[in-house]
């Protein structure tokens, strides 16, 4: 596999996952066509050497797994661990806002989005619908409106002449985007959109009535390359699904005799406490049922190392103050190790001396990040994941740009970069070098 090869199969990935639930059923699909079975939380499972397996969480979140065929399970795992959700605009349940001709939907703010970004973009809808069946069954249907149907336009400067100084966005009053307008017509209800769009999606399906839904706003333009030679790579969400790609792809083409599990978790974005965050029971639940018995699944804990992957600051050049200058991240030049005094990122020496050592191995020059002193640091589910499993762990990231805008960027060699260090690490023994 060449850069160019991954950077597009990185940017169909990118398009085909606007939501958390698109993602998983991307990484999903990707793992049945590379051998991965497929378990289920509710049937009993009967796990064996040599084979790969997955399972999700209510569609948002997934735990990927090689029982190595050199390996027993208190060799420990080689785990990598990322999220699906992004910061986006989330559809509230009584939508519908009628002002003047024009029709509007309520949104609610999901995560810590660069709001500003998301004024004047073309933007689709896309998420999942309960509906009850005719024959009375509830059923989760994915829908995804894959065209430009939404906008919020900005007002006129004219009408706000400190919008280059102090642009106030009042998230109740003016992110409602508009979906319609008409001066004589009648416009249809939000329900009833939704209900042709699945008619369209699922012919198939005799759906009776809309119940529930959880749809999400996201940006309609596709990934891309940018720059005079291409150096760069624009797209929406890279945060963090360039990682979640990172990690099927480097857990599918690892030689698969070693121990090897992939964390695709949700919510991060608002904190990781849910039934598919990082901080809920699903890692741990997993983790039981494939080694039930609590000695030996310590063991197994204490022998592991986790590579926890989110995006990382590059220095940006009109900004420079922003960065401590001794730790300048640059595009194009290797992942950052994410180090913080206060924990908000687990790296510690141990596990940054493996990684540089992994990279080192892979032939990749990492660059280290830390946070300016007298600005706060971010997180992310590195913390969280060591906390609850007590593995030692690293937070690296592919360093991009305008993170948390509708379109964030990055280096078009980041992304394989990355892989190149993970892909080795599911291959090797390097974390074990390490004495305890
Ligand atoms: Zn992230």
Redesign the pocket.
């Given at each position: 596999m060449n850069q160019s090869h991954y950077n597009k199969n990185l940017f169909t990935f990118i398009s085909s996952s606007p939501t958390p639930y698109h993602a998983v059923t991307g990484i999903e699909d990707f793992l049945h066509l590379n051998g991965f079975i497929q378990l289920r939380e509710n049937e009993q499972w009967q796990l064996k050497k040599g084979f790969s397996y997955f399972v999700s969480r209510e569609k948002s979140a997934t735990v990927a797994f090689s029982l190595g065929s050199n390996e027993e399970p208190e060799h420990g795992f080689r785990m990598l661990a990322a999220?699906t959700d992004s910061p986006c605009l989330q559809i509230k349940p009584q939508p519908d806002i009628k002002t003047l001709s024009y029709q509007q939907l309520g949104v609610e703010v999901y995560g810590g989005g660069l709001l500003g970004t998301w004024f004047d973009r073309d933007l689709s809808l896309a998420g999942r619908v309960v509906c009850e069946m005719a024959d009375g069954n509830l059923i989760a249907l994915p829908v995804d409106f894959n065209r430009p149907l939404l906008i919020i336009p900005s007002i006129a400067i004219h009408f706000n002449r400190e919008a280059n100084t102090n642009n106030n966005i009042d998230r109740q009053k003016h992110l409602p985007p508009i979906i319609a307008q008409s001066i004589d017509k009648q416009l249809p209800d939000f329900k009833s959109i939704l209900f042709d769009q699945l008619k369209l999606e699922h012919p198939k399906n005799a759906i009776e009535e809309i119940l529930a839904f959880d749809l999400f706003c996201y940006d309609f333009q596709k990934p891309g390359y940018m720059g005079i030679n291409n150096e760069f790579i624009v797209s929406a969400r890279l945060?963090?699904l360039l990682s979640c790609h990172a990690g099927m792809t480097a857990l599918a083409h690892a030689d698969r005799t070693m121990n090897c599990l992939l964390l695709c978790a949700n919510h991060?974005e608002n904190g990781s406490t849910s039934a598919t965050g990082a901080d809920g029971s699903f890692i741990d639940s997993v983790l039981e049922r494939i080694i039930p018995a609590l000695e030996t699944r310590r063991i197994a804990l204490s022998n592991s190392f986790l590579i926890s992957m989110?995006?990382a600051h590059a220095t940006h050049p009109n900004y420079l103050d922003k960065m401590d200058p001794a730790h300048q991240i640059h595009l194009n030049k290797g992942p950052a190790i994410k180090l913080n005094a206060n924990q908000r990122y687990a790296t510690n020496s141990l596990s940054a001396a493996v990684y540089k050592h992994i990279c080192k191995e892979a032939n990749v020059t990492p660059q280290e990040f830390v946070m300016r002193s007298d600005l706060p640091c971010g997180s992310?589910i590195g913390p969280i994941t060591a906390a609850r499993l007590g593995v030692r762990t690293i937070d690296v990231g592919s360093p991009s740009l305008a993170m948390h805008s509708i379109r964030e960027l990055t280096g078009s060699c980041d992304p394989f970069l990355l892989y190149r260090t993970i892909v080795h690490f599911l291959n090797s023994d390097t974390h074990k070098r390490l004495s305890k």
């Amino acid at each position: 596999m060449n850069q160019s090869h991954y950077n597009k199969n990185l940017f169909t990935f990118i398009s085909s996952s606007p939501t958390p639930y698109h993602a998983v059923t991307g990484i999903e699909d990707f793992l049945h066509l590379n051998g991965f079975i497929q378990l289920r939380e509710n049937e009993q499972w009967q796990l064996k050497k040599g084979f790969s397996y997955f399972v999700s969480r209510e569609k948002s979140a997934t735990v990927a797994f090689s029982l190595g065929s050199n390996e027993e399970p208190e060799h420990g795992f080689r785990m990598l661990a990322a999220h699906t959700d992004s910061p986006c605009l989330q559809i509230k349940p009584q939508p519908d806002i009628k002002t003047l001709s024009y029709q509007q939907l309520g949104v609610e703010v999901y995560g810590g989005g660069l709001l500003g970004t998301w004024f004047d973009r073309d933007l689709s809808l896309a998420g999942r619908v309960v509906c009850e069946m005719a024959d009375g069954n509830l059923i989760a249907l994915p829908v995804d409106f894959n065209r430009p149907l939404l906008i919020i336009p900005s007002i006129a400067i004219h009408f706000n002449r400190e919008a280059n100084t102090n642009n106030n966005i009042d998230r109740q009053k003016h992110l409602p985007p508009i979906i319609a307008q008409s001066i004589d017509k009648q416009l249809p209800d939000f329900k009833s959109i939704l209900f042709d769009q699945l008619k369209l999606e699922h012919p198939k399906n005799a759906i009776e009535e809309i119940l529930a839904f959880d749809l999400f706003c996201y940006d309609f333009q596709k990934p891309g390359y940018m720059g005079i030679n291409n150096e760069f790579i624009v797209s929406a969400r890279l945060d963090n699904l360039l990682s979640c790609h990172a990690g099927m792809t480097a857990l599918a083409h690892a030689d698969r005799t070693m121990n090897c599990l992939l964390l695709c978790a949700n919510h991060e974005e608002n904190g990781s406490t849910s039934a598919t965050g990082a901080d809920g029971s699903f890692i741990d639940s997993v983790l039981e049922r494939i080694i039930p018995a609590l000695e030996t699944r310590r063991i197994a804990l204490s022998n592991s190392f986790l590579i926890s992957m989110d995006n990382a600051h590059a220095t940006h050049p009109n900004y420079l103050d922003k960065m401590d200058p001794a730790h300048q991240i640059h595009l194009n030049k290797g992942p950052a190790i994410k180090l913080n005094a206060n924990q908000r990122y687990a790296t510690n020496s141990l596990s940054a001396a493996v990684y540089k050592h992994i990279c080192k191995e892979a032939n990749v020059t990492p660059q280290e990040f830390v946070m300016r002193s007298d600005l706060p640091c971010g997180s992310t589910i590195g913390p969280i994941t060591a906390a609850r499993l007590g593995v030692r762990t690293i937070d690296v990231g592919s360093p991009s740009l305008a993170m948390h805008s509708i379109r964030e960027l990055t280096g078009s060699c980041d992304p394989f970069l990355l892989y190149r260090t993970i892909v080795h690490f599911l291959n090797s023994d390097t974390h074990k070098r390490l004495s305890k």
